[in-house]
């Protein structure tokens, strides 16, 4: 079974930062697209940054210029860097992976359970 790990998130000033992290763990035989997404408080959730298996990636422009979005092949790991944070950036945000657990099985789509980030003015 596989699981998404999420760790880093929690309280920030603004202008602050934040790295959060996000291990697959289980039976992972290979992993495509890893990304971030975001919901905050009484909005729908949306994209944050997104990172192929060939380290391209994309961003919300929201965030462009402001996050970093990494990868560690060998450790199964996305990262996500947030630099000078904003109240806006208050949210619950949740690794995303595109990986199959086996050679026989096809490619599935999975999240993690989320951290909240929160940003203080």
């Known amino acids: 079974q596989v699981q998404l790990v999420e760790s880093g998130g929690g309280l920030a000033q603004a202008g602050g930062s934040l790295r959060l992290s996000c291990a697959a763990s289980?039976?992972?035989?290979?992993?495509?697209?890893m990304g971030w997404y975001r919901r905050a408080p009484g909005k729908q959730r949306e994209l944050a940054a997104t990172?192929?298996?060939?380290?391209?990636?994309n961003y919300a422009g929201s965030v462009k210029g402001r996050f970093t979005i990494s990868r560690d092949n060998a450790k199964n790991t996305v990262y996500l860097q947030m630099n000078s944070l904003q109240p806006e950036d208050t949210a619950v945000y949740y690794c995303?992976?595109?990986?199959?657990?086996?050679?026989?099985?096809?490619?599935?789509?999975?999240w993690g359970q989320g951290t909240q980030v929160t940003v203080s003015s």
């Open positions: 995303n992976a595109i990986l199959s657990s086996s050679s026989r099985s096809g490619l599935g789509n999975y």
């Open positions: 289980g039976s992972v035989f290979s992993i495509g697209a």
């Open positions: 990172i192929t298996s060939g380290s391209s990636t």
